[in-house]
């Protein structure tokens, strides 16, 4: 075995399969030794600056957090990630901070949304990809808010179910619910869901 291939091996083992170009440069391997891993067949490059073993199962989900890190994984995606919907999305959908250039997201037949400074950052939490890798994704509250305001676009079966779902839900936490909802003006029409349900 040569050019750090034990040391890029574990980082394979630690990390599902997957390594990064990031990963390899923070443990001080020269980026060229995954050239030489491509060449000899041990590893494969998905996408820039990410590669797999031949036998990892593809993380879509991942590989898209990966590519357009600013992203935030929200809507329809974050409600079937967060099991509150048995729709699994045709098209993901991603947020972004306002004023990020969405041109090569859109390419990529993700549906792209922006959100302002104020409220981007707001409810972000790290979860588990279905194959167990890190993504970011907006918490459930903040996606029942970002739902509820672009109702129009939303159909309201998911929603009702969403809803349904939260309202019985044991980690339900209505005071953050309430306080999202002021931020993002969508408290009356928050209210009038919780009240068929509550």
């Known amino acids: ?40 067949g041990v590893i494969y490059r998905v996408d820039r600056g990410i590669y797999a073993l031949p036998e990892t199962w593809e993380d879509e989900l991942f590989f898209m957090q990966y590519r357009f890190s600013k992203g935030v994984f929200s809507h329809e995606t974050a409600l079937y990630l967060h099991g509150m919907t048995d729709r699994t ?34 409810g ?10 890190p993504i970011n994704v907006y918490d459930i509250e903040r996606t029942l808010c970002d739902i509820v305001k672009g109702r129009h676009r939303s159909d309201i079966q998911v929603i009702n179910q969403a ?28 209210l009038r869901y919780m009240e068929v349900l509550l």
């Open 89 to 122: 999305p045709i098209r993901y959908t991603i947020t972004f901070p306002f004023g990020y250039n969405t041109s090569s997201v859109k390419k990529n037949n993700i549906i792209a949304k922006s959100s302002s400074k104020d409220t981007y950052e707001l």
């Open 124 to 133: 972000i939490i790290t979860m588990s990809s279905p194959a167990g890798n």
């Open 163 to 190: 809803m349904k779902t939260y309202a019985s839900s044991k980690d339900k936490d209505i005071a953050k619910l309430m306080s999202y909802a002021d931020q993002f003006r969508v408290k009356s029409k928050i």
């Open 1 to 40: 075995m040569t050019c750090y291939e034990d040391e890029i091996q574990e980082i394979l083992k630690n990390n599902n399969g997957i390594v990064t170009t990031t990963q390899i440069t923070e443990a001080g391997i020269p980026r060229r030794c995954l050239s030489s891993l491509v060449d000899s």
